[in-house]
């Protein structure tokens, strides 16, 4: 158990509709990363925020966005879903009280486009 | 981060030892070794790291040449949980930045 939870674990939605995945680190931990793993590719990252502020964006699309809340979970938002969004999305959390450069994944959130 | 390079894949037999390569020939004197793998679907799991002595841990030992342009990680008694993708990244150490994932080496352990 590395102490990140995401939810939800599966979610089924239809083309065009809107989802919100969720994030809660590991305790102390004020980064969170969001990387996204579709069937034939490797773990991509999007976006990363850290205390609240975003602090790298990577190959994030316009229709998805994120934050990240005071409570420091945080959340991702896909809008006007299309087939080629079914991937699995998985959250990360580092920058505890020491600072070793590991970060530590959720279990994921696999989404499917219908 | 330093580019790696790795093997697509490997297989080991179970009970023995497995060996993954990673070349990174571009590495920078305050960039570490980090390797993580990821199991069916699941999400990366944290393995090791080390600069330029060598690391061991529970899980594996972490094997650095001289001149730190390459390194191996090693599972010392491979059992079939260890069937998974393994990734080898240098990045400095401590750094918040996010990881950069290649594609690293599908390892399947034989039964």
């Known amino acids: 158990d590395s102490g990140v939870t995401q939810t939800p674990k599966h979610l089924i939605t239809a083309t065009g509709q809107r989802v919100t995945l969720r994030c809660s680190p590991r305790?102390?931990?004020?980064?969170v990363y969001w990387y996204q793993q579709s069937l034939d590719q490797g773990l991509q990252f999007l976006i990363q925020?850290?205390?609240?502020?975003?602090?790298a964006k990577g190959n994030i699309l316009e229709r998805f966005s994120a934050q990240q809340f005071p409570d420091l979970h945080s959340e991702l938002n896909l809008s006007s879903l299309e087939l080629g969004d079914s991937a699995l999305y998985f959250c990360a959390s580092s920058g505890g009280n020491v600072a070793t450069g590991e970060l530590f994944f959720g279990e994921g959130s696999r989404l499917t486009v219908l | 981060d330093a580019k790696t390079t790795q093997p697509p894949s490997m297989d080991c037999a179970e009970g023995r030892a497995a060996n993954l390569p990673c070349n990174h020939s571009t590495i920078s004197g305050n960039e570490y070794v980090y390797w993580y793998r990821q199991i069916h679907s699941q999400g990366p799991q944290y393995i090791i790291h080390?600069?330029?002595n060598n690391e061991t841990n529970e899980m594996a030992s972490l094997i650095i040449t001289e001149d730190r342009k390459s390194s191996t990680l090693i599972l010392p008694h491979a059992t079939l949980r260890d069937t998974a993708v393994y990734y080898c990244i240098v990045r400095v150490f401590g750094s918040a930045r996010q990881l950069t994932f290649g594609s690293g080496t599908q390892l399947t352990v034989l039964p």
């Open positions: 080390g600069l330029k």
């Open positions: 925020y850290y205390n609240g502020e975003e602090r």
């Open positions: 305790s102390g931990d004020l980064s």
